[in-house]
């Protein structure tokens, strides 16, 4: 509390970004190196290598033609990457310098769809959407094959673990897997027992048998000695990924014989465990609920014993492989943030509520995320209790949650409940103690949630699930949707914005109306309390925000600066300024005593949702449609303590500037002078040096022995001071220096001389001018003076 008590009685000028919470996988291949360390997704035009260990991300890798990667692969040894683009590029990467070691065209007519390392890492095989396989040596760096046949897009490529039996599979449009010998250049096989998209190929260690799986809802082992199909399992899910499981008891994943067990990822959106003799499901994950379970991949380290799955909400989950137990959690898009809030007593944590049904918690230190399961719909709205430990969300399937986070940082649900008729689209909580929360929805409805007394240190009901909360108050408040609630700091008063224009005051506990803010032109999205005055703030569409005064209900002040809707209005300082957010994608800070907007924020690039401040006021957090997370620091002290220090060294060598012309040292004087880039300073020492009894030489002597780049910044005054015919003398005597003593070839080789000399050509000549007709006019005045004959005066009279 020291720290926000030193910060009272200053204004803001300025936030600086912290730390940017971006998307790094929006969908495509996952793939972990041998050891499990890292992480390489898929990111539009780039490949994202992250940190497994910390969930940082280590290197972000774009081709020279930026466009789409398409496909890309990792070598087993784990030195090569190699990415292909949709302009038909494959390029060879030293990963962990992240630079490119070899650019090739794919010779592809479409895209690529697919590739594959050989296990020996020298082949690789590369699938495209024109149906065609090419074969390279990437060591060699040449083509080896070329095989066609195959319609419509390749969009599976496997080489045969062993390397001596050379046999590539793959597998296109017509669900079929050809074999495809390297030997022969030829198709051996064809083998057609889908009746679907093939979506995975796996093998066994020895290389005898194969899986596939297929959006068929079946997966089929296959006896790579015969090439035929020994086994169809049904699974009863449109498969996305399966994996062979290594041939050895697993007790946790039901795996007790030693006999062939796959795991399947897919549309029900848990891991499944089948044994393929029997073709029975052995084990099986508990299903959440809600959409984008999904799992869309699933792939294996095997040397790590870490298994990854990918959800179709982009989450990507690492598993401990033997046991199926969560390891490690990241969120790889969040597509449009719709609200965030700093969590913990010390703001160490962030929840993040996206076009999403699931809540995404991040520590700020170590970016470790936990995905959150509670709601079956998108959550809207989040609040945070004041000590951080509970927080509440409501969202679009009509419920609310009351989530609580321990001190391990883990979080959990502990209360539910349900009332409301439409989506509950705001949501508040009590600001003096954890008593209750207020929801507001599209039912036009505000209903008053009691919380239980044991509730923050408990976390599961007599059930052993979270506790059902029951709605205390129901207040039918505004004609349309409601957007925003707000509660008192004194936990008494009740503030409402709404579609219809209109913010309303009420009294709590019993929803009494007090009165009617209106004013705004169009609808409200956000409304404030200030901390410390009797003031309520509202951010509106009309694009502005106000301040209204509790007693009278009167409008107080306008701020006028967004070019679009206001979204949300956040008091900091003390009450005595405002942080606003917009759908133009700026943050905004004003100072409410003068109205004035004194910084605005672009960082964003689509509508600011979420925005919410730390505790200690030192801290802004704000989440946007443009997916991003923003946390934003107040460098205020930090700019004035630099601001001062600038000061505090320019007097210091201003003073050493006067002591050395003093001491006509004007050499260390000029050189100085040039360092502190002012040119009127420079100007003082070169006038200070005409001033002296053989300035001529001096000047020049002066001049000559200076840097290149201080001639450089030299140059530069002189076209400034060459502009006023006061200090016009001063620049032509030091570009008089210059060009008699400097070669043409090495002044046109100074920085930027080409614009100095377009400067001081014009100026110049009006300067040559000028003195052209000053002595005409000298000379004719020198002659008249010869030529005049004065008249003899006469003599003054005597004194009497």
């Known amino acids: 509390m020291a720290e926000a008590v030193a910060g009272v009685g200053r204004f803001k000028s300025n936030y600086a970004v912290e730390r940017k919470i971006e998307p790094f996988y929006k969908g495509g291949k996952v793939q972990l190196d041998q050891t499990g360390q890292h992480l390489f997704c898929v990111c539009g035009t780039r490949v994202n290598i992250l940190d497994v260990a910390s969930g940082t991300m280590l290197q972000s890798l774009e081709q020279e033609d930026q466009e789409d990667i398409t496909a890309f692969d990792l070598s087993p040894d784990d030195k090569v990457l190699v990415t292909a683009s949709r302009a038909l590029l494959l390029a060879q990467w030293a990963w962990q310098e992240g630079s490119i070691t070899r650019l090739w065209k794919a010779v592809h007519t479409a895209p690529v769809a697919t590739m594959a390392f050989d296990p020996t890492s020298t082949l690789l095989a590369t699938g495209g959407c024109d149906g065609a396989v090419r074969v390279w040596d990437v060591v060699q760096h040449y083509g080896t094959h070329h095989f066609r046949g195959s319609p419509g897009v390749i969009h599976l490529v496997a080489f045969h673990p062993d390397p001596a039996r050379l046999l590539l599979f793959s597998s296109a449009a017509d669900n079929s897997i050809r074999v495809w010998s390297l030997q022969d250049r030829s198709c051996l096989a064809m083998l057609t027992a889908h009746y679907s ?31 035929q199909a020994t086994r169809t399992v049904p699974v009863f899910e449109s498969v996305e990924a399966a994996v062979l ?58 040397a790590a014993g870490l298994l990854l799955s990918v959800t179709a909400d982009h989450n990507l989950l690492l598993y401990e492989a033997r046991s199926l137990q969560l390891q490690k959690q990241f969120a790889g898009y969040s597509e449009e943030v719709l609200d965030v809030r700093f969590l913990g007593p010390k703001d160490s944590h962030v929840v993040v509520a996206s076009n999403s049904p699931c809540l995404k918690v991040f520590e700020l230190q170590t970016s470790a995320c936990q995905i959150l ?17 509970l927080f509440v969300s409501c969202a679009k399937d009509q419920s609310i949650c009351v989530w609580r986070m321990n001190k391990a940082g883990e979080v959990a649900c502990v209360a539910q409940g349900s009332g409301h008729t439409h989506s509950v689209g705001t949501i508040c909580c009590s600001r ?66 709404s579609q219809d224009r209109t913010a309303k005051l009420w009294a709590l506990p019993q929803c009494q109306l007090l009165g009617v803010f ?39 002040k306008t701020f006028e600066g967004h070019d679009a809707s206001v979204l949300k209005v956040a008091f900091v300082s003390r009450g005595t300024q405002l942080l606003s957010s917009g759908s133009d994608g700026l943050v905004k800070l004003w100072t409410i005593k003068n109205n004035e907007c004194v910084r605005t924020l672009d960082a964003h690039e689509d509508k600011v949702w979420g925005l919410h401040c730390s505790r200690l006021d030192d801290y802004a957090l704000t989440g946007a449609s443009d997916s991003c997370v923003i946390l934003w620091k107040d460098v205020t002290e930090a700019e004035q303590a630099e601001e001062q220090a600038k000061r505090e060294e320019q007097v210091v060598k201003q003073q050493e500037l006067d002591n050395l012309l003093h001491e006509k040292r004007y050499l260390r004087a000029l050189g100085l002078a040039i360092s502190l880039d002012r040119p009127h300073t420079v100007l003082t020492v070169i006038q200070a040096i005409q001033r002296d009894p053989e300035s001529c030489e001096k000047l020049e002597a002066t001049v000559l022995q200076l840097r290149r780049d201080q001639k450089e910044a030299l140059l530069r005054f002189c076209v400034t001071w060459n502009t006023n015919s006061r200090h016009c003398h001063e620049a032509q005597a030091v570009l008089g220096v210059l060009l ?44 008249l003076w010869h030529n005049m004959k004065l008249p003899t005066l006469p003599m003054a009279p005597a004194a009497l």
């Open 373 to 389: 399961h509670g709601h079956t719909d998108i959550v809207l709205a989040l609040d945070v209790f004041r000590k951080g430990w």
């Open 432 to 497: 003096l103690k954890e008593t209750f929360l207020v929801t507001g929805s599209q039912d036009c409805t505000v209903k008053l949630w009691p919380l239980p007394e044991a509730l923050p240190s408990k976390s599961t009901g007599p059930d052993g699930g979270p506790v059902l909360l029951q709605a205390q108050a129901t207040q039918h408040c505004h004609d349309k949707d409601i957007n925003s609630v707000a509660i008192a700091p004194n936990d008494k008063l009740l503030a409402t914005g």
């Open 245 to 302: 499981l290594p041939e050895e008891p697993a007790p946790e994943l039901g795996v007790k014989s030693a006999g062939l067990h796959f795991l399947t990822a897919g549309d029900q959106g848990m891991l499944r465990v089948w044994e393929a003799a029997s073709g029975q499901c052995v084990h099986a994950q508990r299903q959440l609920p809600g959409p984008g379970r999904e799992l869309t991949h699933c792939t294996l380290a095997r």
């Open 518 to 556: 209106s004013g705004h032109r169009r609808g409200l999205w956000c409304v404030q309390f200030s901390p410390m005055d009797q003031v309520l703030a509202t951010a509106s569409a009309d694009g502005t925000v106000k301040l209204w005064a509790l007693q009278d209900f009167s409008c107080l």
């Open 740 to 783: 008699r003593h400097e070669a043409p070839e090495e002044l046109l080789a100074y920085d930027g001389v080409r614009a100095s000399l377009e400067a001081l050509l014009p100026y110049t000549e009006r300067h040559f001018q000028r003195l052209s007709r000053m002595l005409q006019a000298a000379t004719f005045l020198d002659f």
């Open 197 to 227: 998209t093939v979506t995975s190929l796996t093998f066994s260690a020895d290389g005898h048998t194969m899986l596939s799986s297929g959006r068929d809802k079946i997966c089929i082992v296959w006896d790579l000695q015969s090439l």
